[in-house]
Nanobody, 121 residues
Framework: QVQLVESGGGLVQAGGSLRLSCAAS??????MGWFRQAPGKEREFVTA????????YYADSVKGRFTISRDNAKNTVYLQMNSLKPEDTAVYYC????????????????WGQGTQVTVSS
C-alpha cells in the first residue's frame, strides 16, 4: 500500500503562483499524475510524469503555466503553478500508477486526499 499526502494548496489572486507537493509514504518508482476537480465538474487530468522524471505531459489548459517535477530521494512530486486563473480553482489530487504515467485516472491505483486551490479574480 502507498499513502499519498498533498499539501501546498490555498487561496491566491489571479496571476499568482502556488506549489503543491505530494509526499508518498514509501519509495515508489511509479508514474505520478495530478488531477483536479472543480465544483460541479468531473475530475480531469492536469499533468503526469514518468518514474525517472524525464518525461512529462500536460493538459492544454495548463501547458506553459504548470510544471510537474519529482524528487525520488524525497518520495515527493511537485506541481508548480504559475499565472493562475480563476478557472484553475479546484481540489487537486495526486495519484500513482504502477504501470507508468497515464492520462486516464483509471490507470492510477493510489490517490491522495486532495488539496484545495482557490484563485480569486
Amino acid at each position: 500500500q502507498v499513502q499519498l499526502v498533498e499539501s501546498g494548496g490555498g487561496l491566491v489572486q489571479a496571476g499568482g503562483s502556488l506549489r503543491l507537493s505530494c509526499a508518498a509514504s514509501r519509495r515508489i518508482l511509479y508514474g505520478m499524475g495530478w488531477f483536479r476537480q472543480a465544483p460541479g465538474k468531473e475530475r480531469e487530468f492536469v499533468t503526469a510524469i514518468n518514474w525517472k522524471g524525464d518525461n512529462t505531459y500536460y493538459a492544454d489548459s495548463v501547458k506553459g503555466r504548470f510544471t510537474i517535477s519529482r524528487d525520488n530521494a524525497k518520495n515527493t512530486v511537485y506541481l508548480q503553478m504559475n499565472s493562475l486563473k480563476p478557472e484553475d480553482t479546484a481540489v487537486y489530487y495526486c495519484a500513482a500508477a504502477s504501470a507508468g504515467w497515464a492520462v486516464s485516472e483509471l490507470e492510477y491505483e493510489y490517490w491522495g486526499q486532495g488539496t484545495q486551490v482557490t484563485v480569486s479574480s
